[in-house]
């Protein structure tokens, strides 16, 4: 077998070719454009063995930098895995090779993929990342939206301090029409800037309404059964659907659940054994998700008020007993999304613009 490692740039790839114990047999860059990618291409299947043996590319899983490469190698018939950057750095660490280049690091990502033969395998995108690239852009402009509203704020404030605006009214476009309207009688530059802040403000809320409703749209396509999940509205599915990118890449519950951050550490040291620490790792933007859920089912929404209840019970504190209904909620949402991805499976999966069976 030979792993192509690849340290990527802005305007080129670095590519080490290593055998399957780890000895460097060639090495190419190339320009960061098709042209340059094919190149690659033909310049790896010429490599001693490759006609005998497995090539296999591995990237360093920065996606930013080798999305268009991992594309045109996907869409050339190669096999890529993705390798994050800190078991790069382990095996950049321990190599015989001192000091940092481009060959170095790219020999680093080829070795870290040979001691870890279980990486996630990269695919072609799909429906998952129109969802996050939506998802993503509408928290940019409600990022957008409270920077502006709360200029707007302090702006209303000096012009008429009695003119109150209720809380989150700026999301409103009649209120922001009527404040236009008051604005008619200040003059000033205050006054002005106030309201061409209400103007962008009028903006954000139009476009942050269209992507809510294509977002509402995809969700409901891709994740049916996850909108079932209690307390999990359509921005927590869109933002769950984007992030895991494809349920079939987790092996069980467990491997989904440290991905979110919701499987505790255990602890072997000792006496200590069997015991657990908190996990502050994993994807927070998923744990952020699953927290918002639990947040709403301790509303009365669902079962977990009950659970949460019943943990309290036990002596258990508040934030312990979130934290255990965190864990149940990755569990319920690792087995919605794959009840979703078995209709969508290759025996009988609907594209986008079709229709789900009706028993999803």
């Not at 690849?6 to 860059?29: F, I, N, P, Q, Y």
């Not at 800190?86 to 060959?103: H, I, N, Q, T």
């Not at 170095?104 to 969802?131: M, S, T, Y």
Request: proline share 4%; charged share 30%; hydrophobic share 40%.
């Amino acid at each position: 077998m030979i792993v192509i490692g690849a340290d990527s740039h802005k305007r080129t790839h670095t590519l080490v070719a290593v055998d399957d114990v780890g000895r460097r047999l060639a090495e190419k860059t190339v320009r960061t454009n098709t042209e340059g990618h094919l190149d690659l291409l033909g310049w790896s299947r010429r490599l001693p063995g490759a006609d005998a043996g497995e090539v296999r590319f591995a990237l360093e899983d920065c996606r930013h930098l080798t999305r268009r490469l991992e594309a045109d190698l996907l869409a050339g018939g190669a096999r890529v895995v993705r390798v994050p950057t800190r078991l790069m750095a382990e095996a950049r660490k321990v190599g015989r090779e001192p000091g940092k280049s481009d060959p170095i690091d790219a020999q680093a990502v080829a070795l870290a993929a040979l001691r870890h033969p279980e990486l996630p395998v990269a695919e072609l995108d799909g429906p998952a990342r129109e969802v996050k690239l939506l998802s993503d852009h509408r928290r940019d402009l409600v990022m957008q939206r409270t920077r502006i509203c709360c200029q707007v704020r302090w702006f209303l404030h000096e012009l008429d301090p009695d003119l109150e605006v209720a809380s989150r009214g700026l999301r409103r476009q009649s209120l922001v029409a009527d404040l236009l309207i008051e604005l008619d009688q200040f003059d000033g530059v205050v006054a002005r800037l106030t309201r061409e802040l209400l103007e962008r403000c009028q903006e954000l809320n139009g476009q942050i309404t269209i992507l809510e409703h294509e977002l509402r749209d995809l969700v409901r396509r891709l994740a049916p059964s996850l909108l079932a999940v209690p307390g999990c509205g359509v921005l927590s599915a869109a933002l769950i659907v984007g992030e895991t990118a494809g349920v079939h890449r987790f092996r069980d519950k467990d491997a989904f659940a440290r991905f979110t951050g919701t499987a505790p550490v255990p602890v072997w040291s000792g006496s200590s054994k069997g015991k657990v620490r908190l996990n502050r790792g994993g994807n927070r933007s998923m744990n952020y998700a699953l927290h918002m859920i639990a947040v709403t089912q301790a509303r009365g929404i669902g079962p977990g008020r009950a659970y949460l209840d019943k943990q309290t019970g036990r002596g258990k504190d508040r934030v312990a007993a979130f934290r255990l209904l965190r864990r149940r909620l990755s569990d319920a949402v690792f087995a919605s999304l794959k009840a979703d991805d078995q209709v969508r499976s290759p025996a009988g999966r609907n594209h986008l613009d079709g229709e789900l069976p009706a028993a999803a």
